[in-house]
């Protein structure tokens, strides 16, 4: 009488544990065709550096004072002859390591 009811309770876990064991087995599989894929990828090229663009041709950008002056002018806050007067101002104290435009 006491026999049956072990019976059936082990049967339940003989259920659970053969669901265990098939939900293990099948991680494990999952984990050995990751592995191998894993293996098989080819090897990533080094990555390139970025290559230095080419100088557009044009005049050379104008200088920090050169750009200051040009804005002032276009906002309107000197008009034409001043600014030429204070360009040339400018272009004539050029530091000694620079070239003269």
């Given at each position: ?59 050379p ?12 002018l276009?906002?309107g ?25």
């Open positions: 009488m006491g026999a049956g009811r072990y019976v059936h309770h082990d049967a339940w876990l003989i259920g659970y544990g053969l669901l265990l064991m098939l939900l293990l087995a099948g991680a494990v599989a999952a984990l050995i065709v990751f592995l191998v894929g894993l293996g098989r990828r080819p090897p990533q090229p080094p990555p390139v550096p970025p290559q230095p663009q080419p100088f557009a041709a044009g005049p950008p104008l200088t920090t004072a050169e750009q200051i002056l040009s804005d002032r276009a906002r806050e000197i008009d034409v002859t001043d600014y030429e007067d204070r360009m040339a101002a400018l272009r004539r104290h050029v530091p000694p390591d620079l070239p003269p435009p």
